[in-house]
């Protein structure tokens, strides 16, 4: 059984897109395991409501921050919030992503394909950019981007402007890793996960279709993903670096 607390306790580290699904539920855990967790969120919900007040393990805690958007500039003052607490931090989670809309490529228009590739790129390109400073550039320290297996399938036919955003996470992953000295840098890469982001865009006959094609026969669960990302992040993964780890049932 791993102690992630002994990793964790009286660590700081950022997820972006932590208000809800993977995001969240990633920050409830390092929370628990008493690391200080500054998680970003576009809209409030019954959930962060509800665990503002909540009193995690270890005097851990996560500290909700409103991100008006993905630019340069609302990151910059993020940045600067977080430094008048904290000089370093041992961990970024880039969570943060959005397909907007499934579209074949045909019908798809150029502002669908910045639009993905702003929200699942540049969001990691710049919180990276930004918050490198604040590391501590020792093994201890980790950057876990979300990708998707959308990255490697090209997004089965109506998602390919999606796919594409996050294949160039995963390449700029592997650059990272190469570049970056002192830090490690991952990427988890899930399937279909049973998140908001499924329900909002995902047909129940699209899910059927997944399903069939996955060996274990169902969609996947939020802390199967979340669970992959704090092992990265723990030293427990000290010399796995520059890795996509698919989290996708079997499916390939």
Known sequence: MFNY????????????????GIGLDTSIKLANFGAKVYATYRKENKEIKKIKNFNFKKNGKIIFIKLKSIEEKNIKELLIKIRKKD??????????G???????????????????FEINLFSNLRFTK???????????SSIVNVGSIAGKTGGYGDSTHYAASKAAVHALTKGLAREIKGVRVNCVAPSVIDTPFQKRLSSKTRLRNIIKKTPLQRIGKVDEVSNTIVFLVSNYSSYVNGEVIFVSGGRN
Request: charged share 20%; hydrophobic share 40%; net charge positive.
């Open 5 to 20: 607390s002994k990793f964790f306790f009286n660590k700081v580290g950022i997820v972006t897109g932590g208000g809800s």
């Open 130 to 140: 930004h918050f490198l400073n604040l590391f501590t550039h020792k093994k201890t």
């Open 98 to 116: 959005n397909a907007i809309n499934r579209s074949k490529f045909i019908k798809s228009n150029e502002n669908l394909w910045k639009s993905n």
């Open 87 to 96: 000089k370093l931090v041992q961990f970024l989670v880039n969570n943060i």
